[in-house]
């Protein structure tokens, strides 16, 4: 009985252990502005989470390492990232869909008509 409760204990443990999935990458700022905060959200969801920079910033030229772990029933990889590179609230910009799974780094950068666009590192 005791290696029975012992089993059932190991696996619930493990199934946690398996919710809770990590999710780190790196974030890298090539854009010529500073980023003021960073969003993640599931792409099914519609609200997005709390800054998630660890610093106040992220000056142009800077990385920082992203670590966060994600709570889903299951692996939940495709994410959608709101970068704040402004004062105002609608100065923002999206990445859609971005696989958190398999991406070690996104690379920020802004073409000659001042738009967004992200390189990613597997």
């Known amino acids: 009985m005791k290696k029975l409760l012992a089993l059932i204990t190991l696996i619930f443990a493990f199934a946690q252990i398996n919710a809770q999935?990590?999710?780190?990458?790196?974030?890298?700022?090539?854009?010529?502005?500073?980023?003021?905060?960073?969003?993640?959200?599931?792409?099914?969801?519609?609200?997005?989470?709390?800054?998630?920079?660890?610093s106040s910033v992220l000056g142009d030229g800077d990385d920082v390492r992203i670590t966060f772990n994600a709570v889903?029933?299951?692996?939940?990889?495709?994410?959608d990232i709101k970068l704040d590179s402004g004062f105002s609230e609608?100065?923002?910009?999206?990445?859609?869909?971005?696989?958190?799974?398999?991406v070690r780094k996104i690379t920020v950068y802004k073409n000659e008509d001042g738009?967004?666009?992200?390189?990613?590192?597997l």
Do not use: A
Not at 90 to 102: A, H, K, N, T
Not at 115 to 121: G, K, M, P, Q, T
């Open 21 to 54: 999935t990590k999710l780190d990458f790196i974030l890298e700022n090539q854009t010529g502005d500073i980023l003021y905060g960073m969003h993640i959200s599931s792409s099914t969801d519609s609200e997005w989470g709390s800054d998630i920079i660890p």
């Open 72 to 79: 889903t029933d299951d692996t939940e990889c495709e994410w």
């Open 90 to 102: 609608d100065d923002f910009r999206v990445i859609l869909g971005v696989d958190l799974c398999s």
């Open 115 to 121: 738009e967004y666009y992200s390189e990613i590192e």
